[in-house]
């Protein structure tokens, strides 16, 4: 029997609200995610964060999972031959080529360069917010619109909304719905912006609240599937072909994938604990393949062609 997982992300004050219910086995499974622990890499100024090397983070989570003993970083980039990005050399002398790539949305990362480019901080505001967004967005006209709906629900004090249109609040009443006046008015303005969560999280420290631009997720359903797919896709891309088949010295050679917030279903299904019942289709230049979330606390599963998948459990980024 094939198993689906349907994930709700929410917020810290969503579970109770929505009434979601622990994952279990079976045909459906639901699982509510506090937001707290998701922090991905894809934000490292706002949430506090060191900028993510992407290659020096692969390099230590293979050395820590696999027990090696040393990293040797290959290809510094900018060289006239590509080259995979770093070995690593099991205590047996087994040397492992290991090729970094990310799973991601185009026109995500451009809305999240364009996050990036700009100060979140506003004088205005008392506390920190998180936003969920319907991306893609226009940046630049939440960043300049944003705050001034935010301060409007602190000043009647609301902790959180789920945003819809503004004639459903009105016409379906819930415990998110927003009073008469000026709250209201936020949310519509707030929808507009292609919001469609907030929440207020601690109080702000001097210079005003910060605003986490978050993405809110789509509905929609999973498998473990997915994950396999997803590495049959980056397997055949030639970059990394060509720079895996260079590495003819190596006993073996494994691509990792960073799986990022924005590749919603992988990310999803790689919450439970379903591993794919099928092996990706490899070249013969590839013999393991690591999926890994790039999140703060990353899920890490690896297939190899001798042992097939495996779930390695996590892996924590140093903060």
């Given at each position: 029997?094939?198993?689906?997982?349907?994930?709700?992300?929410?917020?810290?004050?969503?579970?109770?609200?929505?009434?979601?219910?622990?994952?279990?086995?079976?045909?459906?499974?639901?699982?509510?995610?506090?937001?707290?622990?998701?922090?991905?890499?894809?934000?490292?100024?706002?949430?506090?964060?060191?900028?993510?090397?992407?290659?020096?983070?692969?390099?230590?989570?293979?050395?820590?999972?696999?027990?090696?003993?040393?990293?040797?970083?290959?290809?510094?980039?900018?060289?006239?031959e590509?080259?995979?990005?770093?070995?690593?050399?099991?205590?047996?002398?087994d040397?492992?080529?290991?090729?970094?790539?990310?799973d991601?949305?185009?026109?995500?990362?451009r809305?999240?360069a364009?996050?990036?480019?700009?100060?979140?901080?506003?004088?205005?505001?008392?506390?920190?917010?998180?936003?969920d967004?319907?991306?893609?967005?226009?940046?630049?006209?939440?960043?300049?619109?944003?705050?001034?709906p935010?301060?409007?629900?602190?000043?009647?004090?609301?902790?959180s909304?789920?945003?819809?249109?503004?004639?459903?609040?009105?016409?379906?009443?819930?415990?998110?719905?927003?009073?008469e006046g000026?709250?209201?008015?936020a949310?519509?303005?707030?929808?507009?912006?292609?919001?469609?969560?907030?929440?207020?999280?601690?109080e702000?420290?001097?210079g005003g609240?910060?605003?986490?631009?978050?993405?809110?997720?789509?509905a929609?359903?999973t498998?473990?599937?997915?994950?396999?797919?997803?590495?049959?896709?980056?397997?055949?891309?030639?970059?990394?072909?060509?720079?895996?088949?260079?590495?003819?010295?190596?006993?073996?050679r494994?691509?990792?994938v960073?799986?990022?917030?924005?590749s919603?279903?992988?990310?999803?299904t790689?919450?439970f604990?379903?591993?794919?019942?099928?092996p990706?289709?490899?070249p013969?230049?590839?013999?393991?393949?690591?999926?890994?979330?790039?999140?703060?606390?990353?899920?890490?599963?690896?297939?190899?062609?001798?042992?097939?998948?495996?779930?390695?459990?996590?892996w924590?980024?140093?903060?």
């Amino acid at each position: 029997m094939r198993s689906e997982v349907v994930i709700l992300w929410v917020s810290p004050q969503s579970p109770r609200r929505l009434g979601a219910r622990p994952a279990s086995a079976g045909l459906c499974a639901y699982r509510a995610v506090d937001l707290r622990e998701c922090r991905s890499y894809t934000y490292p100024a706002l949430m506090g964060l060191q900028p993510w090397d992407e290659e020096s983070d692969a390099a230590e989570l293979v050395r820590s999972k696999l027990g090696a003993s040393v990293v040797r970083r290959v290809d510094p980039g900018g060289g006239g031959e590509q080259l995979h990005d770093f070995d690593v050399e099991l205590p047996d002398g087994d040397v492992i080529a290991v090729e970094v790539t990310r799973d991601t949305v185009p026109s995500h990362r451009r809305v999240l360069a364009e996050v990036d480019r700009r100060n979140w901080q506003f004088r205005d505001l008392r506390f920190d917010w998180v936003v969920d967004m319907i991306s893609p967005y226009d940046v630049r006209s939440v960043h300049g619109k944003v705050a001034s709906p935010l301060v409007a629900l602190e000043a009647v004090g609301v902790d959180s909304a789920l945003l819809r249109h503004p004639n459903a609040l009105e016409d379906a009443p819930t415990a998110d719905e927003l009073p008469e006046g000026p709250a209201r008015q936020a949310g519509a303005e707030l929808y507009a912006l292609r919001a469609r969560l907030v929440y207020r999280l601690s109080e702000a420290e001097t210079g005003g609240g910060v605003v986490i631009m978050s993405e809110a997720s789509k509905a929609s359903s999973t498998a473990p599937s997915v994950v396999v797919e997803l590495i049959e896709r980056h397997a055949a891309l030639d970059d990394n072909l060509r720079k895996l088949s260079r590495a003819k010295a190596a006993s073996e050679r494994h691509l990792f994938v960073w799986i990022e917030n924005s590749s919603q279903q992988a990310v999803a299904t790689m919450a439970f604990g379903f591993l794919p019942e099928r092996p990706p289709k490899l070249p013969d230049c590839v013999d393991a393949a690591w999926a890994v979330t790039a999140y703060v606390q990353a899920r890490v599963w690896q297939y190899h062609r001798r042992h097939g998948w495996r779930d390695l459990g996590t892996w924590r980024r140093r903060e």
